[in-house]
């Protein structure tokens, strides 16, 4: 059923100030987009749990895929803060149109881009930018979640080609997806990064079902059985855990944006119906209750849009640290789910309903949470980066 986007973002601190006419324009675009393609048909995409393929080539156009990518392989060569704009937008519409933005720009072209060869980048960058090729990211395995450096996926050096082995568990588009940067140990034990082309022999990539979040995203397996890998996929760039960590802080900051889209999201709308409805007659928006929830809520936002304003000024600069990129991932995903979980309580019984975005972005934020690492990996890292001491194992 589509449901009318009446979204108004809020600016409590006149953060736009702050932003150039063209990262105004672009926040713009992406938002129109969303208003006119994204909202009238999400409802149906996550009650049905079927990716709709047809926006991709969209996405493409407007720059979604690699936005930060220069313009001769294909990108719209936009800086860091018009890319966590982009994605703010998209998950403002929804966290699985961000996650498949996401995965593309940061986890398939990022490592194209910074770890691959001449060969690699003039091959696949223009189609992965326009949406012609898809792509995903294979770390995670059934036994290896928070703690990648244990995985089992390796590769033999067989002469004329690499022969690889293993499995990935929770990969984001890899059911659909034309090619997976695919993570895997070396006979040294050193992991590097492979592009694997899916249609190669030995790869198999079965969806995984039945998820209660992040339904607007196809979620799979990546299976490699003797898969004979050309050894001119293999990344030469950078090798060791660093290489897929390095593709992880560059999506972890656009998460870190896209929660915000979340958050603002359920604020509006929790707003919007705290004017409208009425209890006792007057309008609930007149209790301090709701007040109090609503006031916490627009604190909040604005808060964490500064913080993420400002992530973006010192990734523009080369000066993000990864452990900066943690605390704004960590701090705006749990403010967007407790958001999502107090503007639920505002909308009462229909704060349940697919009538408003509030328990679908709450159902998602679920996910969100956990993926690109989890809301404790994350405090973890921030307290090793302040006590210099390692809590992780
Ligand atoms: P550790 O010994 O700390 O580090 C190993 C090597 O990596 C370097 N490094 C980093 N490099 C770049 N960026 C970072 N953020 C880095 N953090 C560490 C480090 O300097 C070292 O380099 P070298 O040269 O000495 O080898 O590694 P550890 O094994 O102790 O693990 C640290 C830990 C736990 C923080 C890390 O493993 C981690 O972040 N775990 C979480 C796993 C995770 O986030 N997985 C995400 C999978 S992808 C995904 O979820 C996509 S969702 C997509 C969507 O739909 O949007
Ligand atoms: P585990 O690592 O088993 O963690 C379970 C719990 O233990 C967590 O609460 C965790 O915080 C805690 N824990 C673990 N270690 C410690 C510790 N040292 N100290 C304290 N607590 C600890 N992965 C990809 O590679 N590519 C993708 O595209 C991708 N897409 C995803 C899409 C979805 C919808 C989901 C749900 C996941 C996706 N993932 C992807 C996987 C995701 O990154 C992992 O789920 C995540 O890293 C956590 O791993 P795990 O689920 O195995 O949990």
């Not at 986007?5 to 938002?31: G, Q």
């Not at 194209?112 to 090729?133: C, M, N, P, T």
């Not at 209790?287 to 400002?310: D, G, N, P, S, V």
Request: charged share 20%; with cysteine.
């Amino acid at each position: 059923m589509a449901t009318q986007d009446h979204f108004v973002s809020p600016d409590y601190y006149l953060l736009d100030e702050l932003l150039s006419e063209e990262h105004l324009l672009i926040r713009k675009t992406i938002r129109d987009f969303v208003k006119k393609e994204i909202s009238p048909i999400i409802e149906e995409v996550c009650q049905s749990c079927t990716f709709p393929k047809s926006i991709l080539p969209k996405l493409g156009q407007l720059g979604c895929f690699g936005s930060f990518i220069p313009s001769k392989f294909g990108g719209a060569e936009l800086d860091q803060i018009s890319y966590g704009l982009i994605m703010q937008e998209l998950e403002r519409g929804d966290s699985g149109i961000r996650s498949t933005a996401s995965v593309q720009s940061s986890l398939v072209m990022y490592p194209i881009y910074q770890y691959g060869s001449d060969f690699h980048r003039e091959k696949y960058l223009k189609k992965l930018a326009s949406g012609e090729l898809i792509g995903c990211f294979g770390l995670t395995e059934p036994n290896h979640g928070s703690n990648p450096a244990g995985m089992e996926s390796n590769f033999i050096d067989k002469g004329e080609y690499f022969l690889l082995n293993g499995a990935k568990l929770w990969i984001s588009n890899s059911p659909f997806a034309d090619l997976a940067i695919v993570w895997a140990k070396n006979e040294a034990g050193r992991i590097q990064g492979l592009i694997v082309e899916t249609e190669l022999e030995g790869v198999s990539a079965p969806e995984t079902h039945n998820k209660w979040s992040l339904r607007g995203s196809v979620t799979g397996e990546l299976i490699f059985e003797n898969v004979k890998v050309p050894k001119e996929n293999l990344l030469p760039g950078k090798d060791g855990l660093g290489a897929p960590l390095g593709c992880l802080d560059s999506a972890r900051y656009g998460i870190a944006w896209g929660a915000i889209g979340a958050a603002m999201d359920c604020y509006d709308t929790a707003l919007r119906y705290s004017l409208e409805r009425n209890q006792f007659g007057r309008p609930i928006g007149s209790f301090q209750l709701q007040q109090k929830k609503l006031a916490e809520m627009i604190t909040e936002i604005t808060k964490a849009q500064f913080l993420t304003w400002r992530l973006g000024v010192l990734k523009n600069q080369n000066k993000a640290t990864s452990a900066q990129i943690s605390m704004a991932k960590r701090n705006n995903v749990d403010m967007a789910l407790s958001i999502a979980r107090n503007a639920r309580q505002i909308l009462g019984g229909m704060g349940i309903t697919g009538e408003y975005p509030i328990m679908r972005h709450m159902m998602n934020l679920e996910s969100v949470v956990t993926y690109e690492g989890t809301h404790d990996i994350h405090l973890l890292i921030t307290g090793l980066d302040i006590t210099g001491l390692n809590a992780f194992k």
